[in-house]
């Protein structure tokens, strides 16, 4: 029986980012129709492959589609999915060449509705006076702090999209150079050079008068 997709649509949780380990046993889990292990697995690395599709695809929904697809095919394969390295890079790399098919098959589509308009969520403030001071107080509160995170966010957006996936790889899911070398599917001297240069050039942007 397949795994409860439901499970595979959930939001994305913010938590701590630090580079993540799928144990072998639950490789090995997953290739024998565990679903307790494939589960698990998807536990250890939804958010990671969520964050990771979203900053390719930059589109919440999307972003979910290309994870499920992923998963999804993971699943299907059972004993023939036998990654011989990390079983986070294979994952991270497969979520990207899935994203980048998704976002051709979509940019395809845009050609003949071009002048579709994109769907913008607003969240007004409700309730009183009292509570949407309540409301103001805390999106104001480390107002320095959030400006700042959100000049770095567009400093990594507008990064040349492989600068910008090394950088998100690196620093924001703790990749090894290593790992990185093999989600892109290049060489160790390769990804250390894209990561160096990603990195210059946002330490250099963020100098810049604001």
């Known amino acids: 029986m397949a795994p409860n997709r439901s499970y595979l649509r959930s939001e994305s949780l913010e938590g701590e980012r630090k580079s993540i380990d799928i144990p072998r046993s639950l490789v090995d889990g997953v290739r024998r129709g565990d679903e307790r292990a494939f589960e698990e ?15 390719v695809l930059r589109s919440e929904e999307d972003a979910k589609d290309a994870v499920q697809e992923v998963l999804i095919n993971v699943w299907r394969l059972g004993d023939r999915w036998n990654p011989s390295g990390s ?6 790399a497969s979520v990207r060449n899935q994203a980048l098919k998704s976002r051709r098959a979509r940019d395809r589509f845009a050609d003949f509705y071009s002048e579709a308009d994109p769907t913008q969520e607003n969240v007004p ?9 309540n409301q103001l107080d805390d999106l104001i509160e480390d107002e320095a702090e959030q ?13 040349r999209e492989r600068y910008r996936t090394v950088y998100i790889l690196r620093y924001r899911e703790g990749l090894s150079i290593a790992e990185v070398a093999s989600v892109l599917e290049t060489s160790y001297k390769a990804a250390e050079h894209l990561i160096h240069r990603a990195t210059s050039q946002v330490i250099k942007a963020l100098k810049k008068d604001p």
């Open 41 to 55: 697995m998807l536990i250890i690395s939804y958010d990671s492959l969520y964050r990771f599709a979203k900053s």
């Open 125 to 133: 403030l409700g309730g009183d006076i009292d509570s949407q001071k």
């Open 87 to 92: 079983a986070i890079s294979y994952l991270l």
């Open 147 to 159: 400006l700042e995170a959100l000049r770095v966010e567009h400093v990594v957006n507008n990064l």
